[in-house]
């Protein structure tokens, strides 16, 4: 065992009590043992931050940090600043994952020479109930097929599927100031530094969709990189630029859809947030649609669905919940 490298997973930490006793046994379970747990109470206001201390205090792999509070990605790079492994993972506290994902994960990203190594997910309600699993197909992918995969495939914008090699995050940090995607804006980034990244099929993480968790932060200053990092694909990879112009479309009609009542139970938590939220995504949908409506590369299913939560944002979430009903699929 101490022939194995070490990983250092990073779990930001923030009002979490209910569900953080799962997310770290699901980590301490793990039979990948050389493990270093880092974990960032961002000023939790419940009882998270002694959670974290009780574990710290049960295993010697789990470093706490206190800190006050200042937002996921500044715990985050937090929890950066602090690792000493060779390999980076992140956990969000109200997860949990497979006993085997950090073993099956760094050994085939030592088979394949990758860079990073990402799997699928399944999203499960606060019940544990299956939502969806999100599969990715066994490959590996050059810089320029990753990117691609970025915009419109296998390749999803969070670091919590993935496992890294550290020195992909020199001079790297997560964004601070945006409010949406800062995940996705750090993946691309440090998609732009590797040769390689290995796609394993199997779902070993469990996100489970959560009204209080950090992705459902609606009081923010809505803001998001997309337009940006699009516009950057354009100049460097010309050949992406059709693919390019619609995945914004893609992206807040997806964020609408997530905080609509009618397709996210968890969206009624705070229905006043959620409806302004929608209000913004709709807006900047709008203003992108017409790079989707006459972009041969969109999919038709998928600008189907941009047109339709675009000029019928009522009638669409209608229309998609009674075909999830007939199909039997649990809403979030």
Not at 131 to 155: N, P, S
Not at 261 to 285: F, I, S
Not at 290 to 306: E, T, Y
Request: proline fraction near 4%; charged fraction near 25%; glycine fraction near 6%.
């Amino acid at each position: 065992m101490d022939a194995q490298p070490l990983i250092s997973i990073i779990i930001p930490v923030y009002g979490a009590e209910k569900y953080l006793p799962a997310c770290l046994d699901s980590v301490l379970a793990q039979t990948y043992r050389n493990l270093e747990i880092i974990l960032i109470d961002d000023g939790s206001p419940d009882n998270s931050g002694k959670i974290c201390d009780d574990y710290a205090a049960r295993d010697s792999r789990i470093r706490v940090i206190h800190q006050k509070n200042a937002g996921v990605s500044a715990a985050r790079n937090a929890g950066l600043d602090a690792v000493s492994g060779g390999y980076i993972g992140f956990v969000d506290a109200d997860d949990y994952i497979k006993p085997d994902m950090y073993e099956t994960l760094y050994k085939r990203l030592q088979e394949c020479g990758a860079d990073i190594v990402q799997c699928g997910h399944c999203r499960v309600s606060l019940d544990g109930t299956v939502i969806l699993e999100v599969e990715t197909r066994q490959a590996v992918l050059d810089r320029k097929g990753a990117m691609k995969e970025l915009l419109v495939g296998d390749i999803h914008y969070s670091d919590w599927d993935k496992l890294y090699r550290r020195e992909l995050f020199e001079g790297i940090r997560f964004d601070v100031h945006i409010s949406y995607g800062e995940d996705l804006l750090l993946n691309y980034q440090i998609l732009k530094r590797c040769e390689h990244v290995a796609l394993l099929k199997g779902a070993y993480y469990f996100y489970v969709q959560n009204p209080l968790s950090a992705s459902y932060d609606y009081k923010k200053k809505y803001s998001s990189p997309i337009k940006q990092i699009m516009e950057d694909i354009q100049r460097e990879y010309p050949d992406l630029a059709d693919y390019a112009q619609w995945v914004p479309c893609s992206w807040f009609s997806a964020l609408y859809e997530q905080a609509h009542p009618r397709l996210n139970r968890q969206a009624k938590a705070d229905q006043a947030e959620c409806g302004k939220l929608r209000a913004w995504a709709l807006g900047e949908l709008r203003k992108e649609l017409c790079k989707c409506l006459f972009n041969r590369s969109c999919p038709p299913k998928i600008k189907c669905k941009i047109v339709l939560t675009a000029v019928f944002p009522q009638l669409y979430p209608f229309l998609l919940s009674q075909l999830r009903k007939a199909r039997g699929i649990n809403q979030a």
